[in-house]
């Protein structure tokens, strides 16, 4: 059975720095994973989506790593801004089904 | 175009009452998903169809039945309603069948089982 780990639980810090989210996943046989942002009282917004044959995928000051042997995945975001501030979910695609599981979520708060 | 929209938004149930959640998709996914997101448990599969035609359990099934009805509408059914199933439900899609496609999601519908 899979299972998402995603660490900090909680993440505070002043605008502008750089940061770093982690998620380690159990089983290694996924298709893909998919990094979601959710604003409060919101659905998810997908970020990135990492391919099994990728190692990385890029979107504006975002980058998602993944590396399927070690089971982790890791979101770098660049010179964060309070407009982050949002919960951050990893889901890796399991099998022909495509289902996702999800972890509990890194919840980030950048100060101005 | 719409992508993934859920109906109703909000919900109030007495306990024992029946409602049915629907979730329709314009993005001509195969695989469609509902999910429960409760505090502190993170968001759980409660049932899928991995392509018209076909239903399966996810980890939290009990308490709930779905029907995929096309490719593009699935819904979620309570039959007799309880307060633990007070919870924000999410319908989601992809591409499913291996293929290496983004999940989206709906917006949610808040139902509260008093």
């Known amino acids: 059975k899979q299972e998402v780990t995603q660490i900090p639980a909680a993440l505070s810090v002043p605008e502008g720095e750089n940061l770093v989210l982690n998620c380690s996943f159990t089983?290694?046989?996924?298709?893909?994973l998919q990094w979601f942002r959710q604003d409060p009282g919101k659905g998810l917004t997908s970020l990135l989506l990492?391919?099994?044959?990728?190692r990385e995928q890029t979107s504006g000051r975002l980058n998602a790593s993944l590396d399927k042997s070690s089971g982790r995945s890791t979101l770098y975001i660049a010179a964060s801004q309070p407009g982050d501030s949002a919960t951050y979910l990893c889901?890796?695609?399991?099998?022909?089904?495509?289902?996702?599981?999800f972890g509990q979520g890194t919840t980030l708060q950048v100060k101005p | 175009n719409a992508g993934v929209t859920q109906t109703p938004k909000f919900q109030v149930l007495k306990t024992g009452q029946s409602m049915t959640l629907q979730c329709a998709q314009d993005?001509?996914?195969?695989?469609m998903y509902w999910y429960r997101q409760d505090p502190g448990m993170g968001l759980r599969l409660i049932y899928y169809?991995?392509?018209?035609?076909?239903?399966d359990k996810g980890e939290v099934p009990n308490g709930y039945n779905v029907s995929r009805l096309n490719k593009r509408e699935f819904s979620l059914r309570l039959e007799s309603a309880a307060p633990s199933q007070t919870s924000v439900y999410f319908c989601?899609?992809?591409?499913?069948?291996?293929?290496?496609?983004?999940?989206?999601f709906g917006q949610g519908t808040r139902l509260t089982v008093v």
């Open positions: 889901a890796p695609h399991g099998g022909n089904t495509g289902k996702l599981i």
């Open positions: 993005m001509n996914h195969n695989s």
């Open positions: 089983d290694s046989a996924i298709y893909n």
């Open positions: 169809s991995a392509s018209e035609g076909t239903t």
């Open positions: 989601a899609t992809n591409q499913g069948g291996g293929l290496h496609t983004e999940a989206f």
């Open positions: 990492i391919q099994s044959s990728q």
